[in-house]
T-cell receptor
Framework: GAGVSQSPSNKVTEKGKDVELRCDPI?????LYWYRQRLGQGLEFLIY????????KSGLPSDRFSAERTGESVSTLTIQRTQQEDSAVYLC??????????????FGPGTRLTVL | QKEVEQNSGPLSVPEGAIASLNCTYS??????FFWYRQYSGKSPELIMS????GDKEDGRFTAQLNKASQYVSLLIRDSQPSDSATYLC???????????FGRGTSLIVHP
């Protein structure tokens, strides 16, 4: 079956512009995560969605970052007024259940964001 | 603050050898443990999961878990150059629905 997809694969933007990144999880997966990975660094958790519950936004680095998810489908991560330090690969992962012990995550290919 | 410690490496092993990757974690409530492989420029890919103390084998991979010592490891037998990647350890559970990822160990398998 289809895996997690993300778009765009690459995004180059100018400092101060807003960007929107999209994630399509595996069909039926109730849990969706967004991570940021700077060059040569580890995964940085941003936000977690589980079904129709309120998202866990504890990882969002500033109020310039926001994310939405409609039900158990597509999610969008929006970065307003982008800064150069926002340059990174943004990864989305989905899981069949984020509340069970068997929380195996499947990652999308990522969106490489470059802020000039 | 949950911590996951991995030796960043690089760990260099010859082709055909056993590669041993180690991970320690701070959250005693962790219930599940995942190993992800990440090739350079690619996204992480799940390769092993382990939930109980002891060993779990899957092909050339063996995961070992010791909850008392808060230690999990991944052994790769008959290492191949295609195993060259960064391996991420990710404990999960303990009241949080967010896995904690280690920084990863870079493995280089040389012919």
């Amino acid at each position: 079956g289809a895996g997690v997809s993300q778009s765009p694969s690459n995004k180059v933007t100018e400092k101060g512009k807003d960007v929107e990144l999209r994630c399509d999880p595996i069909s039926g997966h109730t849990a969706l995560y967004w991570y940021r990975q700077r060059l040569g660094q580890g995964l940085e958790f941003l936000i977690y969605f589980q079904g129709n519950s309120a998202p866990d936004k504890s990882g969002l680095p500033s109020d310039r970052f926001s994310a939405e998810r409609t039900g158990e489908s597509v999610s969008t991560l929006t970065i307003q007024r982008t800064q150069q330090e926002d340059s990174a690969v943004y990864l989305c992962a989905s899981s069949s259940s984020g509340t069970s012990w068997n929380n195996e995550q499947f990652f999308g290919p990522g969106t490489r964001l470059t802020v000039l | 603050q949950k911590e996951v410690e991995q030796n960043s490496g690089p760990l260099s092993v010859p082709e055909g050898a056993i590669a041993s990757l180690n991970c320690t974690y701070s959250d005693r409530g962790s219930q599940s443990f995942f190993w992800y492989r990440q090739y350079s420029g690619k996204s992480p890919e799940l390769i092993m999961s382990i939930y109980s103390n002891g060993d779990k084998e899957d092909g050339r991979f063996t995961a070992q878990l010791n909850k008392a010592s808060q230690y999990v490891s991944l052994l790769i037998r008959d290492s191949q150059p295609s195993d060259s990647a960064t391996y991420l350890c990710a404990p999960y559970g303990g009241g949080s629905y967010i896995p904690t990822f280690g920084r990863g160990t870079s493995l280089i398998v040389h012919p």
